[in-house]
């Protein structure tokens, strides 16, 4: 039996080839209107900033063949729920992080972002240039799903909390909120890990129901008003140190698509994926100072606390490979970073070091 005879019948059981084996719609020619549906309300700083610049380049690069109409969590279909929504052709188009849908399949969490993984420029060197994509697209595909990387907020803080945390005995019993391989991690530790969608979490914050969360960062996070409720700011995660976000297609309706229509597409996302992660890298200086104005104490994990978070992050990252189709995707993105890292650590690391040296004296 080969790798995805392997994973259709039992990773996945039979819903995915049920879905893949249904016959694509016949769609009219000529303008049409696609519905996309997000896993963040409207306004969200970085997340939604990209699923709407992607929602209005694909209309205007189309002259309107393709008019996307986006829907914000909730609106049809909530925050975690947009995967099934898309699968099923209840919706064309999500725009979210696909960490989120692990109980689909852990493989997407590298697809987003995992523990002591890829920066955002690493990322995009695997994706684009080292096979990242094609993985995905497998992946998604079993799904009737044709994905792109459309987002990455770049380095994601640890996170805010109520507390300061001095050792790791002080994430026992933590009520916190982070999606993914992080929280995984953070659960293996003893914390009380919480998955809340992002609209929710300042009332979640506010009200004492969670002691902490992670969010995107400074620039987001201050959106979102963190600030107002808790004043400990951990500035540096281990959790998602390059997080992308993706734009995915119901597969029959990405099958419609003109191939010209394909190629505007493609290119509009990893437009998007681009200037995102300018955008997150524009921003966060900024809103990390005026945090800081206002009195949010700034701190970083000790180290036995990053020591424990890179123990439990191996322990997670470990007990999925005997998946093939996760194992294959896992040995491909830590070549690639691998291979990138070492070049980075001779090439721009030494220069960073020599050019704060330099302009500091």
């Not at 969590?73 to 692990?102: C, K, T």
């Not at 969490?109 to 420029?121: E, I, L, Q, W, Y």
């Not at 990387?149 to 996170?159: K, S, V, W």
């Not at 439990?312 to 691998?338: K, L, T």
């Amino acid at each position: 039996m080969d790798r995805r005879s392997f994973l259709r019948t039992s990773a996945l059981g039979g819903a995915a080839a049920t879905t893949t084996a249904l016959a694509a719609p016949v769609y009219a020619q000529g303008n049409r209107t696609l519905t996309l549906v997000t896993s963040v309300p409207d306004g969200f700083a970085i997340f939604d900033d990209a699923a709407q610049l992607a929602a209005d380049r694909i209309t205007a690069a189309t002259d309107g063949q393709l008019t996307i109409e986006k829907y914000p969590a909730g609106a049809l279909v909530g925050a975690f729920e947009v995967f099934d929504a898309v699968s099923s052709g209840q919706a064309d188009i999500y725009h979210s992080a696909e960490y989120y849908f692990l109980n689909q399949h852990p493989g997407f969490a590298f697809f987003t972002a995992v523990p002591f993984g890829m920066t955002g420029v690493e990322l995009l060197a695997w994706y684009y240039h080292q096979g990242g994509m094609a993985l995905h697209h497998e992946l998604a595909g079993l799904f009737n799903l044709k994905p792109f990387l459309c987002g990455n907020t770049g380095m994601q803080p640890g996170g805010w909390f109520n507390s300061e945390i001095t050792s790791a005995e002080d994430l026992q019993g933590l009520r916190f909120r982070m999606p993914g391989q992080g929280g995984q991690v953070l659960g293996r530790l003893g914390a009380s890990v919480q998955n809340i969608p992002g609209g929710e979490i300042y009332q979640a914050l506010s009200s004492g129901q969670i002691d902490g969360a992670e969010w995107i960062g400074p620039f987001a996070d201050e959106r979102m008003g963190f600030q107002e409720v808790t004043s400990i700011y951990y500035t540096s995660g281990f959790h998602e140190p390059g997080s992308a976000l993706a734009l995915s297609f119901n597969l029959d309706v990405w099958e419609s698509f003109t191939p010209a229509q394909k190629t505007i597409i493609e290119s509009v996302c990893e437009s998007v994926h681009s200037n995102n992660l300018g955008l997150s890298w524009a921003e966060n200086g900024a809103a990390l100072r005026r945090l800081q104005q206002e009195g949010i104490q700034v701190r970083e994990f000790p180290d036995d606390v990053w020591d424990a978070f890179g123990r439990a992050s191996v322990e997670v990252r470990e007990e999925n490979m005997g998946d093939p189709i996760y194992a294959e995707i896992a040995n491909s993105y830590f070549e690639s970073m691998a291979s990138t890292s070492a070049w980075w650590q001779i090439g721009d690391g030494e220069y960073i070091r020599q050019r704060n040296r330099v302009n500091a004296a």
